[in-house]
């Protein structure tokens, strides 16, 4: 059973451009989380959502960021007009389960995107 | 959420026993402890979780005390392979978002 996916791995982008990063989950899961790890820094919780809904967006920046997890295919994190700052690993996880229920969440290898 | 408190870091001899202090005095009746770690350069990886009782699996032991408010890992013959971030999360379920702390940065000597 394959683990998460993330791609691409690293991905460098000029300011202003845009990056999208992907997460397929575990099979059978459909539960996918985005965490953000800024250098020197621990990880923030970004987005909660199920397949074709956001459950929780709280840890979300209020523009440029966005988020899907579309009934067929991975899960996007879509950055638009990417500044210095957004420099970072972004992780994504998955859990088969959802609220309520005791389970862990199973993490990606990250994308590392460089803005420069 | 429940405020935790851990050593920035820690050092062990690789094959020594290795004890990971988490406090939790503030933690809710239902939340879980659920400890991950992080390696160098890569994703957080789940370690083990417990309500109550002190619990066993193939990477560590987890020791609760009784009135909950702390929590030790316990890494029973440390190697190179374990020298990571170890972060400790009262969470009622572990499918909320998780709140990542600092953690204790684990180093093992060889």
């Known amino acids: 059973n394959a683990g998460v996916m993330q791609n691409p791995r690293h991905l460098v982008r000029r300011r202003g451009q845009e990056a999208r990063l992907r997460c397929s989950p575990m099979?059978?899961?459909?539960?996918v989380y985005w965490y953000r790890q800024l250098p020197e820094e621990g990880l923030k919780f970004m987005v909660y959502?199920?397949?074709?809904?956001?459950?929780?967006e709280s840890g979300m920046p209020k523009e440029r960021f966005s988020a899907e997890f579309p009934k067929e295919g991975p899960s996007i994190l879509r950055i638009q007009q990417v500044v210095r700052g957004d420099s970072a690993a972004y992780f994504c996880a998955s859990s088969p389960l959802g609220q309520g229920l005791v389970d862990t969440q199973y993490f990606g290898p990250g994308t590392r995107l460089t803005v420069l | 959420d429940a405020k935790t408190t851990q050593p920035n870091s820690m050092e062990s001899n690789e094959e020594e026993p290795v004890h990971l202090p988490c406090n939790h005095s503030t933690i809710s009746g239902t939340d879980y402890i659920h400890w991950y770690r992080q390696l160098p350069s890569q994703g957080p990886e789940y370690v083990i979780h417990g309500l109550t009782s002190n619990v066993n699996n193939r990477m560590a032991s987890l020791a609760i005390a009784e009135d909950r408010k702390s929590s030790t890992l316990i890494l029973h013959r440390a190697t190179l392979r374990d020298a990571a971030v170890y972060y400790c999360i009262p969470d009622p379920s572990g499918n909320t978002p998780l709140v990542f702390g600092k953690g204790t940065r684990l180093s093992v000597i060889a």
């Open positions: 959502l199920q397949k074709e809904n956001i459950i929780d």
């Open positions: 099979k059978g899961h459909s539960h």
